[in-house]
């Protein structure tokens, strides 16, 4: 059974940081995705950022400038780094992998459990 374990979710005031981290622990044979979406009460679910390989991240128009993904590959571990976070950046921040499990060549997404990111204005 593979899992996705969250961390670093908060309170924090308009324009403040906060960094989330999500690591990946099972019988994986191969991440070919990590990423964040998020989720705000009464909207829909919306993939905020994802890397795939160094050099190719992708972050969602909302928080371009501000948010920036990496990954520890050794560890199985991303990272979303948030800067300049603002009220409209409250909601629950859900990671996500795509990967292979060991002995299978389909592809599988698992999701954490989320954690809260509240931005005060």
């Known amino acids: 059974q593979v899992q996705l374990v969250e961390s670093g979710g908060g309170l924090v005031q308009a324009g403040g940081s906060l960094t989330l981290s999500c690591a990946a622990s099972?019988?994986?044979?191969?991440?070919?995705?990590m990423g964040w979406s998020r989720q705000a009460p009464g909207k829909e679910r919306e993939v905020v950022a994802t890397?795939?390989?160094?050099?190719?991240?992708n972050c969602a128009d909302s928080v371009k400038g501000r948010f920036t993904i990496a990954r520890d590959s050794a560890e199985n571990t991303v990272f979303l780094q948030m800067n300049n976070l603002k009220p409209e950046d409250t909601a629950v921040y859900y990671c996500?992998?795509?990967?292979?499990?060991?002995?299978?060549?389909?592809?599988?997404?698992?999701w954490g459990r989320g954690t809260q990111v509240t931005v005060s204005s």
């Open positions: 890397f795939t390989k160094p050099g190719s991240t």
């Open positions: 099972g019988t994986i044979s191969r991440i070919n995705a």
């Open positions: 996500y992998a795509r990967y292979l499990k060991l002995g299978s060549p389909y592809e599988i997404i698992s």
